[in-house]
């Protein structure tokens, strides 16, 4: 069955650091998701990217953080100047189309900042 | 703002019993979905439900959409050790991308 891979597993980088996260969603999908959770809280949006531009992301995404597919199967998350607070799993999710269509995830990236 | 909240916290059941969690919301959804999540990974997908009153079974699991599409429920029938996990439901509403997702339910079935 298809499925979304991340890597890397697992990222440690020192606070200030640029760090990317890398996706491949599952092929025929066009809608592309990051979300990330935070130790012991819940899964919380970024952003979702449809037809190479952001169509919606929340609060958490700000001017720190940037999404590009720079070819047709990665998907990456960007973060230009890490901040402590920014340690979490990261998932990426791809699904289909928005309707309901569900979104199908990634096992993640665990991203710790010293 | 708790838009989703899923009951129980915790539940903790001898193998064989029934249960049931819930997922609440004073919000309409478009879909939810119920996902799985094993520590360490990502949220694996069990269904998903988009008709207000639409129940859908995978199993010994049976999944209820709310007639108002506000609220959802995941009951379990003879309940096994395998069936141990983490629970989230998640909601799309109407002219959004993002899954907004509960807290969840950490079930424990005893042997």
Partial sequence: ?114 | TQLLEQSPQFLSIQEGENLTVYCNSSSVFSSLQWYRQEPGEGPVLLVTVVTGGEVKKLKRLTFQFGDARKDSSLHITAAQPGDTGLYLCAGVQAGSYQLTFGKGTKLSVIP
């Fill in chain 1, 1 to 114: 069955e298809p499925e979304v891979t991340q890597t890397p597993s697992h990222q440690v980088t020192q606070m200030g650091q640029e760090v990317i996260l890398r996706c491949v969603p599952i092929s025929n999908h066009l809608y592309f998701y990051w979300y990330r959770q935070i130790l012991g809280q819940k899964v919380e949006f970024l952003v979702s990217f449809y037809n190479n531009e952001i169509s919606e992301k929340s609060e958490i995404f700000d001017d720190q953080f940037s999404v590009e597919r720079p070819d047709g199967s990665n998907f990456t998350l960007k973060i230009r100047s890490t901040k402590l607070e920014d340690s979490a799993m990261y998932f990426c999710a791809s699904s289909p189309n928005r309707d309901d269509q569900p979104q199908h995830f990634g096992d993640g990236t665990r991203l710790s900042i010293l």
